[in-house]
């Protein structure tokens, strides 16, 4: 029934000859957290593991798509059997989106999905806009999207041991009242400033306007240096 499966071989010539990178698409992925690593899910993977072979053997570079909607507990076993399956080809997840009930949410709900998946080996993560399962994105849709999607890839490399150094510069930024430090590095400065001009703090101009005068960071600064 699919064209490129029954020719893939001729495909596999034509990606070899003009140097393309195949990606794997999985049309058994679920819709539905309640459809998450079923029997049909588990049989696809096992033939993409097959199709990535046949790649590898042609000369042909690929990567693999999955999932889509599927629950917290089922992230790290989907993720575990196509790493094995595949031999370790890379692994391209949209989300996943860990429940079906947010809509306008969802950029949301798969950066959950995304960060846990990122953790137990994802390789790429696809971003979804806050449309998804609504509309047609706009470009603040997509804006929304990428940075979810960003922020759940670096909470996935934090665990991992990668990039924690601008975690500690930020926090050390932090510890001083360094805004401009702060607002350097961060994902989104232009949210950042844009909460900081709009209820700036009217007690204690270094602090910000949850704590004032209480800042918690400020007093044990002062009381560090003796005054």
């Given at each position: 029934?699919n064209?490129f499966?029954?020719?893939?071989?001729?495909?596999l010539?034509?990606?070899?000859?003009?140097?393309v990178?195949?990606s794997l698409g999985?049309?058994?992925?679920?819709?539905?957290t309640?459809?998450?690593?079923d029997?049909a899910?588990?049989?696809?993977?096992?033939?993409?593991?097959?199709?990535?072979e046949?790649a590898r053997?042609?000369?042909v570079?690929?990567?693999?798509e999955?999932?889509?909607h599927?629950?917290l507990n089922?992230i790290?076993a989907?993720?575990e059997v196509?790493k094995?399956?595949?031999r370790g080809a890379?692994?391209f997840?949209?989300?996943p989106?860990?429940?079906?009930?947010?809509?306008g949410y969802?950029?949301?709900?798969?950066?959950?999905?995304?960060a846990?998946?990122?953790?137990?080996?994802?390789?790429f993560?696809?971003?979804?806009?806050?449309?998804e399962?609504?509309?047609l994105?706009?470009?603040?849709?997509?804006?929304?999207?990428v940075?979810?999607?960003?922020i759940?890839a670096h909470?996935?490399?934090?665990?991992r041991?990668?990039?924690?150094?601008?975690?500690?510069v930020?926090?050390?930024?932090?510890e001083?009242?360094?805004?401009t430090k702060?607002f350097?590095?961060?994902i989104?400065?232009?949210?950042?400033?844009?909460?900081r001009k709009k209820r700036?703090?009217t007690e204690d101009?270094?602090?910000?306007?949850?704590?004032g005068?209480?800042?918690a960071?400020?007093?044990v600064?002062k009381?560090?240096?003796?005054n």
């Open positions: 029934e064209p499966y029954k020719e893939f071989d001729y495909l010539e034509l990606a070899k000859k003009y140097d990178t195949l999985d049309g058994m992925r679920s819709g539905a309640y459809d998450s690593n029997r899910k588990f049989q696809e993977l096992l033939i993409i593991g097959e199709l990535v046949r053997e042609a000369g570079q690929t990567m693999v999955g999932p889509g599927m629950p089922d790290q989907n993720i196509m094995k399956v595949t890379p692994y997840v949209l989300g989106l860990v429940t079906d009930i947010a809509p969802d950029h949301f709900v798969a950066g959950i999905g995304g846990l998946a990122g953790y137990f080996g994802a390789d993560l696809c971003y979804v806009t806050p449309a399962h609504l509309s994105p706009d470009k603040d849709d997509v804006r929304e999207g940075i979810a999607a960003r759940a909470a996935a490399d934090l665990a041991g990668i990039d924690r150094d601008i975690d500690n930020f926090s050390k930024a932090r001083s009242l360094d805004w702060m350097s590095l961060c989104d400065p232009d949210k950042a400033k844009l909460y700036a703090p101009p270094r602090a910000c306007s949850m704590c005068k209480l800042c960071i400020e007093i600064n009381y560090l240096q003796g």
